[in-house]
């Protein structure tokens, strides 16, 4: 066997760290390994189970609401629901798991957030390693890994069975990141914005974990 410590004249130790770098950098963009089992729809619960309000207060204004996206301090886009449904429709079906210990197949649509991503040229901030999240009353927050956002399940999500998402299951749009546990699955989204250190996070801060990985 010919022993080889060079490859294209970079030392090898060298070579290993580059070829490390690439492989990172190209499965942020690309990222369809770590898939959560996917269900047919015949699997999927009769009655989707609501969970959780906390930043779900009343006074909410649904026609007034537009999702605001901070691309840098003082530079926010302001979105419409309608804009966002002239993106790609994505669904996902899987086992939405609580912390709590239930867990149902369900069914939900929306836009992948990676496409999301694309279309709103948002690629530069998703080289910071956090995506946070807000409620508009910013009652309710999550911090997550941007790999696990630009993972393909993960959508901004308008519908629940082909329907409306129900005002309680977080209309106009809520998260659905089928790698994590539901404490990250954000309803009533107001704010998205990217930072390279932790979010806070509202159960995390209640001793959780922050990465809630399934
Ligand atoms: N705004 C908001 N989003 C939230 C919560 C909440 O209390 N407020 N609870 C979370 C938890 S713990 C779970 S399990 C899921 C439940 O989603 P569902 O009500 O559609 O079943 O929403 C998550 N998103
Ligand atoms: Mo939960």
């Not at 279309?119 to 911090?143: I, K, S």
């Not at 749009?173 to 546990?181: A, D, F, G, N, T």
Request: aromatic share 14%; charged share 20%.
């Amino acid at each position: 066997m010919i022993h080889q410590p060079e490859d294209n004249g970079v030392p090898k130790p060298i070579r290993t760290v580059l070829n490390t770098n690439e492989k990172i950098f190209s499965n942020i963009f690309f990222n369809d390994g770590n898939l959560a089992k996917a269900f047919p729809l015949s699997n999927v619960v009769a009655s989707t189970r609501v969970n959780g309000s906390d930043g779900m207060s009343d006074g909410f204004n649904p026609a007034t609401w537009k999702l605001q996206v901070v691309r840098k301090a003082g530079d926010t886009l302001f979105i419409t629901l309608d804009d966002i449904k002239k993106l790609p429709k994505t669904e996902v079906v899987f086992d939405f798991k609580c912390i709590e210990g239930w867990s149902q197949v369900t069914h939900w649509g929306g836009v992948k957030f990676a496409d999301f991503i694309n279309a709103y040229h948002l690629d530069t901030q998703c080289r910071m390693d956090y995506v946070g999240m807000h409620t508009p009353d910013n009652g309710y927050y999550v911090g997550i890994d941007t790999r696990s956002m630009l993972q393909p399940q993960t959508i901004l999500c308008y519908e629940m069975n082909g329907q409306p998402l129900p005002m309680n299951q977080g209309y106009p749009l809520r998260l659905i990141i089928p790698v994590k546990y539901g404490i990250k699955h954000l309803k009533r989204i107001g704010t998205i914005f990217f930072s390279n250190t932790r979010p806070p996070d509202f159960w995390y801060e209640r001793g959780y974990d922050y990465y809630a990985g399934l």
